[in-house]
């Protein structure tokens, strides 16, 4: 059929013509741009919409290299979360890490690991919550959800940037030169942090792995010897207990004293987010699909398991050697202990060499941590805000968003002064959010899988976390106050972005049926008329009045063919959508093309240049006025997809064809 314009594209992309993203005169400015925009990293291009990549099911790495990458925020709680635990539990700590540990095990575990059946390809339990929210509920809900991700994840790029240069400061042979200059120290981790990423970071698994080895290792050694004082000195655990019941007790006091304490060693749990949100890469297995890579969740849950056994291991035993081997007064802010109880441990029993190999050590993991955490950025975020239409095309590139969290990370940095304590509540109270979510989205999925066990189980997990969170928010409330500033700058942007791109094309596909491909196929080579058509009763009469006024008003000679092009709205809130062009002759007589897309404009613009580009031919499309203020149909437009719809047509067309010449014709009368 070599003389027929539908018989090879019966589906293809709608580009704009304008589009010239990739030609270069070699000015420094288009190679600036080409430099940013060229910096696509596998994250990027297999976020859902018109410019992913088809994933490969098996790609990726095993899943205790992953591990590693998520460990660098994990694991290197280590090097504080001692210390948060004397200061809040004093003598009660290890009690209250077991806690910790329980609620870790039996709570946050199994939630993840069934985040990791429900989301494998790393959206969380946010994609789980969207699922059951439709419209612009939904659209905000996943916003706030994406701020307090946003709140978990910068936050521990800015607390691990400055708690390692709390290390470096209180490094004996370093004290003297660094001390004052907290600030400019940790600004400094964090551009090199986003410098990594803006080099391409494509070996930052191999790093993590080497990283988390040794910082693991280091560990290890600190407890061997911690506890091997503690064995060899029979007083300390006597001495320790005498002092424990004095001050609180009787043991049920202890244990409920522990359960009320928890909350405040909820950074302990910061490793999970993370852990589902690499998940993309994790190699499956050569059975695998996109729509169900089994062997990837069997690898994040092995990861997740893992990773939360090894912490707990970790959690207990050092929260037990800095509470009995460390004066109480030197986890106090000035002490020596006070944010590196186990690095004080290091300089103390393996001598100053040893410490310092440590400090290096806990520096390196700490600054990386933020890796980890940008991945997740990286990975969440161009998943959500470009195809909601609220985040430039550029933002689904790698570094020009390294570029605005680095950014983001300097403004936090200098608000807060490096300083780790004051960071610790926003950082709780993201993880919190993050894990009640993810513990509510699994007791709903439970439900609605008719798993009554699960189900009840799940809410039990539930309502922990939402105990935990609200204790948190009370007693630690500037963390809720970070975190509504996130939101509210993520809204703010959001919406701005969205009124922006409010007149692009935003259809990524055009289809057509059989019966609308034969319309457009008896038309191709005469002059194509459309009438855009609001379906009300569809009765004989809506159709003749409505061709008989068109023809009137625009003197449309009765011997021209006339389409009718009718478009439903589906969900307004959604911003890029394929069109499916459907053909159907209604009463006998008249021909109608129906479509459904977000937005009736944009997608009665794709509609007529898909046609000109197929045919050749610069088609019309008729209008009625609608009757109405401005101001009122735009908010309608931008909200639920009508308002008014011919002058809208006619600027996304605009937009989209600057050249007069080839742009179809709008007529409104």
Not at 222 to 227: C, Q, T
Not at 398 to 416: D, G, K, S
Not at 477 to 492: E, Q, R, S, T
Not at 560 to 581: G, N
Request: charged share 15%.
């Amino acid at each position: 059929m070599a003389g027929d314009p539908f018989a090879v594209r019966r589906e293809c992309p709608v580009v704009s013509s304008t589009s010239g993203d990739g030609a270069s005169d070699g000015g420094a400015r288009h190679r600036l741009r080409g430099w940013l925009l060229a910096g696509l990293t596998d994250i990027a291009k297999r976020q859902p919409g018109p410019y992913a990549e088809p994933e490969s099911a098996h790609h990726g790495r095993p899943w205790w290299r992953v591990m590693c990458l998520t460990g660098l925020d994990y694991f290197s709680t280590l090097g504080y979360q001692p210390g948060i635990a004397a200061l809040a539990a004093g003598l009660l700590s290890p009690l209250a890490t077991v806690v910790l540990v329980v609620v870790t095990l039996v709570g946050a575990l199994p939630v993840y690991r069934r985040v990791a059946e429900e989301s494998p390809h790393g959206q969380g339990s946010i994609a789980m919550l969207e699922r059951l929210l439709t419209f612009w509920k939904g659209k905000l809900f996943v916003l706030t959800l994406l701020g307090f991700a946003a709140t978990d994840f910068l936050i521990t790029i800015t607390l691990s940037a400055a708690d390692a240069t709390a290390h470096l400061v209180q490094n004996p042979h370093l004290t003297s030169t660094l001390h004052g200059h907290e600030v400019a120290v940790t600004l400094i981790l964090v551009g090199l942090l986003g410098a990594v990423f803006l080099k391409g970071f494509t070996e930052a698994i191999g790093i993590a792995v080497v990283l988390v080895a040794a910082y693991l290792l280091l560990n290890a050694v600190v407890v061997a010897v911690g506890l091997w004082h503690i064995g060899t000195a029979p007083h300390v655990i006597p001495d320790w207990s005498q002092a424990l019941v004095a001050e609180r007790g009787s043991p049920l006091v202890m244990i409920g004293v522990a359960l009320v304490i928890f909350p405040k060693l909820a950074l302990g749990l910061s490793g999970f987010e993370t852990g589902v949100a690499v998940m993309p890469h994790i190699e499956g297995k050569p059975g695998d699909t996109p729509e169900r890579p089994a062997g990837r969740i069997q690898g994040a849950r092995k990861l997740l398991t893992t990773a939360a056994v090894i912490m707990s291991i970790f959690l207990i035993t050092s929260s037990f050697i800095t509470t009995l081997l460390i004066p109480q007064r030197e986890f106090a802010p000035g002490g020596q202990a006070n944010g590196r109880a186990l690095a004080y441990l290091a300089h103390e029993y393996l001598g100053s060499a040893f410490g310092s190999v440590y400090d290096a050590s806990t520096i390196a993991i700490l600054w990386f941590a933020g890796a980890s955490a940008m991945a997740g950025l990286l990975n969440l975020m161009p998943r959500y805000l470009p195809r909601y239409g609220m985040a430039p095309h550029w933002a689904r590139a790698v570094r020009p968003m390294v570029l605005v969290f680095i950014a983001v990370a300097f403004l936090v940095t200098w608000l807060f002064k490096a300083d780790v304590d004051a960071q610790g509540g926003a950082y709780a109270t993201g993880v919190l959010v993050l894990i009640t979510s993810a513990a509510i989205a699994v007791t709903i999925a439970a439900r609605r899988a008719r798993q009554r066990g699960w189900t009840i189980g799940f809410g039990v997990i539930a309502v922990i976390f939402l105990y935990t969170t609200a204790v948190n928010v009370i007693e630690r409330p500037d963390g809720v106050k970070i975190g509504a500033c996130f939101i509210a700058g993520i809204l703010a942007v959001s919406l701005l972005s969205r009124v922006a791109r409010a007149f692009e094309l935003r259809v990524t596909s055009v289809t057509f049926d059989p019966l609308a491909e034969r319309f457009m196929r008896d038309t191709a080579h005469r002059r194509i008329r459309f009438i855009a058509n609001k379906p009300e009763r569809r009765d004989l009469a809506e159709y003749r009045e409505k061709q008989h006024q068109i023809r009137a008003d625009n003197d449309i000679p009765p011997e021209d063919d006339i389409i009718f092009v009718e478009v439903t709205v589906a969900d307004p809130s959604e911003f890029e959508s394929e069109l499916q062009v459907c053909g159907e002759v209604v009463h006998g007589r008249y021909r109608v093309l129906t479509l459904q897309s977000a937005t009736i404009p944009n997608a009665l613009a794709a509609l007529l240049l898909w046609v000109r580009d197929a045919t050749g031919q610069r088609p019309h499309i008729y209008f009625e006025w609608t009757e109405g203020h401005p101001l009122a149909h735009f908010l309608r437009f931008f909200l639920f997809g009508q308002g008014e719809v011919a002058p809208v047509t006619r600027e996304v067309l605009r937009e989209a064809e600057p050249d007069r010449g080839r742009r179809p014709h709008v007529h409104v009368g």
